[in-house]
Nanobody
Framework: QVQLVESGGGSVQAGGSLTLSCAAS????????MGWFRQAPGKEREGVAA???????LYADSVKGRFTVSRDNAKNTLYLQMNGLKPEDTAMYYC?????????????????WGQGTQVTVSS
């Protein structure tokens, strides 16, 4: 069983930055691909970024060049550095884990989910 706990959300103005963290409670963290998803009110959950077990990354077009996903296997922690935030980035952000070497930004590929952390960007 994998438990995921997100932190770092908050309210910022457009153009600002936030860093989200996701702490994983699992002994074999390095064998999991990890991802960030988000869901705005009234919208479907969408993939934001993912990182494989070898550190390869994948981003949604809407965040390329602004967001950076990284992982620290020694700390069992996933990060999402978000720069140049826009009001349309406002959403609940979820961390997810998949027992795969690599993933796509498809939520059904992920077996474990955190409770989410809210990000609100004002104009």
């Amino acid at each position: 069983q994998v438990q995921l706990v997100e932190s770092g959300g908050g309210s910022v103005q457009a153009g600002g930055s936030l860093t989200l963290s996701c702490a994983a409670s699992v002994n074999t963290y390095s064998s999991y691909s990890m991802g960030w998803f988000r869901q705005a009110p009234g919208k479907e959950r969408e993939g934001v970024a993912a990182i494989g077990t070898d550190g390869a990354t994948l981003y949604a077009d809407s965040v390329k060049g602004r967001f950076t996903v990284s992982r620290d296997n020694a700390k069992n922690t996933l990060y999402l550095q978000m720069n140049g935030l826009k009001p349309e980035d406002t959403a609940m952000y979820y961390c997810a884990a998949a027992r795969r070497a690599w993933v796509l930004l498809i939520h059904s590929w992920f077996s474990y989910w955190g409770q989410g952390t809210q990000v609100t960007v004002s104009s």
